[in-house]
């Protein structure tokens, strides 16, 4: 039964979280994957909506924030635990 004319079995445009807005106003939109692709995508957007790059982060990372000059992300390791890395920004 759709619900407000969507129908149930489609998946949202974006996961929870999916939209992370740098500082320069870049917007980064994370994109749902394939089952059993498990390499985080990102499109990056520049802030008047044009798609300037895709960013791709290794597997089992997930970005948690945007600096001026860095990117910060959760990395789970075989054990479970969570590290959090800095990585330099890509330039334009």
Do not use: C
Request: glycine share 10%; no cysteine; aromatic share 10%.
């Amino acid at each position: 039964v759709p619900v407000n004319g969507i129908p149930l079995k489609m998946k949202p445009a974006f996961g929870q979280g999916a939209l992370r807005i740098a500082p320069d106003g870049e917007i980064w939109v994370s994109r749902l994957r394939e089952a059993g692709k498990e390499r985080p995508l990102y499109d990056v957007f520049s802030p008047d909506g044009v798609l300037m790059y895709r960013a791709e982060f290794p597997q089992k990372t997930q970005l948690v924030g945007i600096g001026a000059k860095w990117l910060y992300a959760v990395r789970e390791d075989a054990d479970e635990l969570h590290y959090l890395g800095r990585y330099p920004r890509p330039t334009r």
